[in-house]
């Protein structure tokens, strides 16, 4: 009983699968956290931010230990002169002392010792390094947030992408079936002897070739869905159904708008302009090669011919000491001279590319703009030929049935209105993917 329901079961209740839905919110949020290469960009940032840290880290005293073991070969010593020493008294002959040799080590000599320093001036060397470093934290964050902002605009693009490619393959299968309809009609009217058969066979040819572009718009749609999935890191296998997002809107902002938002707040602006900064100090950094660099020292050591060190009986086991240093190098044949000439040459190279950077994103934010213009252009006209199409298809296929228009009239009918429907969907999207270009290249993410 039990298997005959689990076989009424498996015949009678459908089993479906439902595709999953993604919306282009849930893409964004898939891609910032899989992406790898926006991932990477993160992991920069928080490199730099260790070498932040680091770099304050080398402003302050440092403590070491060190365990050391000697074998000697033999045992040093120092041989002591003889000593003569003159007669006290008269028929007194000299007397000689010959103390011979005194040991100074033992042959097995271990030591351990521990170590205090800190840097007192070095011309603003580790001061000037730090806030390099801070400038660096800057500058990565900044790339950060463009690669975010590059990453977002990429699945932007690849959805309303698939979202076109998918409307040109509905549009499609619409065709192949008006064209089923039409062939129909040509078949019924041929087998009554209203049309001839060269009629038949061009809505048979028409027929085949909407089935064949049909195959070729799905294949269109599957790259397009798999070129979004392999950028959220998806299998480009996944049954996804993709929710629509379009919703034409006019842009209001004006060229000039539009790059005054552009210079203001994008990232990569903002880090070029930090890197300058960061050249300019390399310039300080350089100079600092000039200066003495005066450090402060003390040592606590201890020694023996044992591994505990508790001495070798010929001196003091424990010994401690302060040392101040004052280190200079005051001739290296130019060498500071030639870097601080350099940390030049660099921080004009840095002004150049700047301005590079700035008259980029200019001509980004100008091509973006007048894509923009030209799709919205398009999305009118293709609307009106739409339009126009549509009554075009619905009098021909009417004088069709009347005879008065041939089966050569409809197929040129319904290939005008196909076509004239894909170029609008082309547009819109068009439309939209030129949208998120421009707000892109403004530095903002909706």
Same mark, same amino acid.
Not at 158 to 172: G, H, P, Q, R, T
């Given at each position: 009983?039990?298997?005959?329901?689990?076989?009424f079961?498996?015949?009678?209740?459908?089993?479906?699968?439902?595709?999953?839905?993604?919306?282009?919110?849930?893409?964004?949020?898939?891609?910032?956290k899989?992406?790898?290469?926006?991932?990477?960009?993160?992991?920069v940032?928080?490199?730099?931010?260790?070498?932040?840290?680091e770099?304050?880290?080398?402003?302050?005293?440092?403590?070491?230990?060190?365990?050391?073991y000697?074998?000697?070969?033999?045992?040093?010593?120092?041989?002591?002169?003889?000593v003569?020493?003159?007669?006290?008294?008269?028929?007194m002959?000299?007397?000689?002392?010959?103390?011979?040799?005194?040991?100074?080590?033992?042959?097995n000599?271990?030591?351990?010792?521990?170590?205090?320093?800190?840097?007192?001036?070095?011309?603003?060397?580790?001061s000037?390094?730090?806030?390099?470093a801070?400038?660096?934290?800057?500058?990565?964050?900044?790339?950060?947030?463009?690669?975010?902002?590059?990453?977002?605009?990429?699945?932007?693009?690849?959805?309303?992408?698939?979202?076109?490619?998918?409307?040109?393959?509905k549009?499609a299968?619409?065709?192949?079936?008006?064209?089923?309809?039409?062939y129909? *009609? &040509?078949?019924?009217? /041929? =087998?009554?002897?209203?049309?001839?058969?060269?009629? @038949? #066979? %061009?809505?048979? $040819?028409?027929?085949?070739?909407?089935?064949?572009?049909?195959? *070729? &718009?799905?294949?269109? /749609? =599957?790259?397009a869905?798999?070129?979004?999935?392999i @950028? #959220? %890191?998806?299998? $480009?296998?996944?049954?996804?159904?993709?929710?629509?997002?379009?919703?034409?809107?006019?842009?209001?902002?004006?060229?000039?708008?539009?790059l005054e938002?552009a #210079?203001?707040?994008?990232?990569?602006?903002s880090?070029?302009?930090r890197?300058?900064?960061?050249?300019?100090?390399?310039?300080?950094?350089?100079?600092?090669?000039?200066?003495?660099?005066?450090?402060?020292?003390?040592?606590?050591r201890?020694?023996g011919?044992?591994?505990?060190?508790?001495?070798?009986?010929?001196?003091?086991?424990?010994?401690?000491?302060?040392?101040?240093?004052?280190?200079?190098k005051?001739?290296?044949?130019?060498?500071?001279?030639?870097?601080?000439?350099?940390?030049?040459?660099?921080?004009?190279?840095?002004?150049?590319?700047?301005?590079?950077?700035?008259?980029?994103?200019?001509?980004?934010?100008?091509?973006?703009?007048?894509?923009?213009?030209?799709?919205?252009?398009?999305?009118?006209?293709?609307?009106?030929?739409?339009?126009?199409?549509?009554?075009?298809?619905?009098?021909?296929?009417?004088?069709y049935?009347?005879?008065?228009?041939?089966?050569?009239?409809?197929?040129?009918?319904?290939?005008f209105?196909?076509?004239?429907?894909?170029?609008?969907?082309?547009?819109?999207?068009?439309?939209?993917?030129?949208?998120?270009?421009l707000?892109?290249?403004?530095?903002?993410?909706?």
């Amino acid at each position: 009983m039990r298997k005959a329901f689990l076989v009424f079961l498996l015949i009678f209740i459908p089993l479906t699968v439902l595709a999953k839905r993604l919306t282009l919110q849930d893409a964004v949020k898939l891609a910032l956290k899989r992406n790898p290469t926006y991932k990477a960009a993160h992991y920069v940032y928080l490199a730099s931010k260790e070498k932040e840290r680091e770099a304050w880290s080398q402003r302050f005293f440092t403590l070491s230990f060190n365990y050391r073991y000697t074998r000697l070969n033999e045992e040093p010593h120092v041989r002591l002169r003889p000593v003569k020493i003159p007669p006290l008294f008269p028929g007194m002959q000299p007397v000689t002392i010959r103390p011979g040799s005194v040991v100074t080590s033992r042959q097995n000599v271990y030591q351990y010792k521990f170590v205090f320093f800190q840097p007192l001036f070095t011309g603003g060397q580790l001061s000037t390094s730090y806030e390099i470093a801070k400038l660096g934290v800057d500058v990565e964050r900044l790339k950060e947030e463009e690669a975010r902002l590059d990453l977002i605009f990429k699945v932007k693009q690849a959805y309303l992408n698939a979202l076109k490619a998918e409307k040109i393959k509905k549009v499609a299968e619409e065709t192949v079936k008006s064209l089923e309809s039409h062939y129909r *009609d &040509a078949k019924n009217f /041929y =087998k009554q002897g209203i049309t001839p058969k060269v009629d @038949l #066979l %061009r809505a048979e $040819v028409a027929l085949s070739k909407a089935k064949q572009a049909l195959v *070729d &718009a799905d294949s269109v /749609y =599957k790259i397009a869905l798999s070129s979004l999935l392999i @950028l #959220l %890191r998806e299998n $480009v296998n996944s049954d996804v159904e993709l929710e629509d997002v379009f919703n034409y809107k006019p842009f209001g902002l004006t060229f000039e708008e539009c790059l005054e938002k552009a #210079l203001n707040k994008r990232p990569i602006i903002s880090a070029v302009k930090r890197q300058v900064e960061i050249y300019r100090k390399n310039i300080a950094l350089a100079k600092s090669g000039y200066f003495p660099k005066i450090y402060l020292t003390a040592e606590y050591r201890k020694q023996g011919n044992t591994p505990d060190c508790t001495g070798d009986g010929l001196r003091d086991a424990e010994q401690w000491s302060i040392t101040g240093i004052f280190d200079w190098k005051f001739f290296e044949w130019g060498r500071t001279i030639h870097q601080v000439k350099q940390a030049k040459y660099n921080y004009l190279k840095a002004l150049e590319f700047e301005k590079s950077v700035v008259d980029k994103v200019t001509l980004e934010v100008r091509e973006a703009y007048l894509k923009l213009k030209s799709a919205k252009a398009k999305i009118e006209v293709a609307r009106k030929e739409v339009a126009e199409a549509e009554e075009n298809l619905r009098d021909t296929r009417e004088r069709y049935k009347e005879q008065i228009d041939t089966s050569t009239d409809v197929i040129d009918a319904q290939a005008f209105f196909t076509g004239a429907r894909m170029r609008y969907y082309t547009a819109l999207y068009d439309y939209l993917v030129a949208y998120a270009r421009l707000v892109r290249t403004m530095g903002e993410e909706n």
